[in-house]
């Protein structure tokens, strides 16, 4: 079982940044490959960045170039740095983790990008 806790979003002015923390709870965190959804009011819930267990990293479109995933396994957390924000990136941000057919969710931390 794993226990993720979502932190760092907040209200940013545009072409500010964020940094978001996902800590985990739990065994084996390295295992796991790792991610960050974002869910707009009336839209679906989409990927905005992942990360194997291995390291390996593919983003969304949409942020290519301003945001960036990473995970640090001796302190089991990930990690996304948002720079050059857009109000369009205001979302819940919520973090996942899986392997297989085994998938965790945080519970979502509020990103709002206004002047």
């Known amino acids: 079982q794993v226990q993720l806790v979502e932190s760092g979003g907040g209200l940013v002015q545009p072409g500010g940044s964020l940094r978001l923390s996902c800590a985990a709870s739990?065994?084996?965190?390295?295992?796991?490959?790792l991610g960050w959804y974002r869910q707009a009011p009336g839209k679906q819930r989409e990927l905005v960045a992942a990360?194997?267990?291995?390291?390996?990293?593919n983003s969304a479109d949409s942020v290519k170039g301003r945001f960036t995933i990473s995970r640090d396994n001796a302190k089991n957390t990930v990690y996304l740095q948002m720079n050059m924000l857009r109000p369009e990136d205001t979302a819940v941000y919520y973090c996942?983790?899986?392997?297989?057919?085994?998938?965790?969710w945080g519970q979502g931390t509020q990103v709002t990008v206004s002047s």
């Open positions: 990360i194997t267990s291995g390291g390996t990293t």
């Open positions: 739990g065994n084996a965190f390295s295992i796991y490959a």
């Open positions: 996942n983790a899986w392997r297989g057919p085994v998938s965790y």
